[in-house]
């Protein structure tokens, strides 16, 4: 499957400590492979912190509100 071998090789350079800029609109796939993260909005930097921290303001800002 295309997607597992995606995210070992992912977490093979995570593991390294290399450096990856990932650009995703889906949050739950950045959880499972970043430590830190950026959230934009209109090409201002949003949140800048901890990938757990920055995944749980997008969430209660963008996703519960369009309940």
Known sequence: NFQKI???L???LKKNR???IISSHNPNFLEQICDQAILL???KIVKSNEAKGVFEYYK???LLNRI
């Open 6 to 8: 995606a995210i070992n």
């Open 41 to 43: 909005e209109k090409g």
């Open 60 to 62: 209660n800002r963008y």
């Open 18 to 20: 290399k450096t990856l």
């Open 10 to 12: 992912l977490n093979n």
